[in-house]
């Protein structure tokens, strides 16, 4: 039966519990302030970057030399001993690299190409012998440089290489003395006058089927000593030391052939620091 709207009114009030929120109510404030928070941490992030971008990046500038480093007492660091990318000399003479500029690094430069000349084939024979050391000695010490050489390569000397008293190797089979400059430093430095040490490894012997005396692997460190002359540097005097070596590997040797087609196959290069 129902309500006549005469009848009186009555009004239920529910739990607060179990009220709900009208349709038009704000939202909950805890929403608002997590949205808060990360405003704030991605205003942050944002300011960090751009302090970031605009630091200074470290100076890792290679082209300051070992030398540079060594007279000033500091150890390099080794990105520091990496190749500095500087060009080589456009210029020979007697197929040697000439020319060098009057820098630490030109010093270098001309000591490792020295060195590999000093190592060469044409050392065993007196006629090219000779003309090595015109082309890289000061002229002022040629004589006495040219007199030790001719010692030092006696023939005596040539043939325990398994030579001739004229430095050539026995029919059918090639003789190899190749150097390779591993790295360079500058151990005394001045204007006119600097002293270079050359890490090399080199291969020696005679590569042949009959070959009593097949190429082997040396390291050793030639130092060079050299004068300024007002357009190059030249040799002045050099020595030797054994190492330092490495542990030997595990590659298995190659035939006497594969060595001599190596050597006549690949050619050298010309080294700048």
């Keep these: 039966m129902p309500l006549s709207d005469d009848q009186p009114h009555t009004r239920t009030r529910l739990p607060v519990a179990e009220q709900t929120t009208p349709a038009t109510g704000r ?12 405003g704030v941490v991605t205003l942050l992030v944002v300011a960090v970057a751009i302090a970031n971008r605009d630091k200074a990046v470290p100076d890792r500038n290679p082209a300051a030399s070992s030398g540079d480093r060594a007279r000033n007492g500091t150890a390099p660091a080794a990105d520091r001993t990496a190749a500095t990318g500087q060009q080589p000399v456009t210029t020979t003479a007697n197929g040697i690299a000439t020319g060098y500029p009057h820098t ?80 360079t430093r500058t151990t005394n430095s001045a204007d006119t006058a600097t002293k270079v040490d050359v890490w090399c490894t080199g291969l020696y012997g005679l590569a042949g089927e009959d070959s009593t005396l097949p190429v082997s692997q040396d390291w050793y460190t030639l130092t060079i000593t050299m004068r300024w002359t007002g357009s190059d540097w030249k040799l002045t005097d050099y020595s030797r030391a054994a190492g330092p070596a490495p542990l030997p590997g595990d590659n298995q040797a190659a035939t006497a052939k594969e060595i001599a087609d190596a050597v006549q196959q690949f050619g050298g290069f010309r080294y700048a620091r």
């Design 27 to 38: 939202q909950a404030r805890p929403l608002r302030t997590l949205l808060a928070i990360l």
């Design 104 to 183: 630490d690094q030109g010093a270098q430069s001309a000591a490792a190409n020295y060195a590999v000349a000093l190592g060469s084939t044409d050392m065993f024979r007196p006629d090219t012998r000779h003309t090595v050391l015109a082309t890289l000695a000061d002229p002022t010490v040629l004589p006495a440089l040219q007199s030790r050489l001719d010692q030092a390569f006696s023939p005596e000397t040539v043939t325990r290489f398994g030579l001739d008293a004229q430095g050539r190797a026995p029919k059918g089979q090639l003789f190899v003395s190749r150097i390779v400059p591993v790295g």
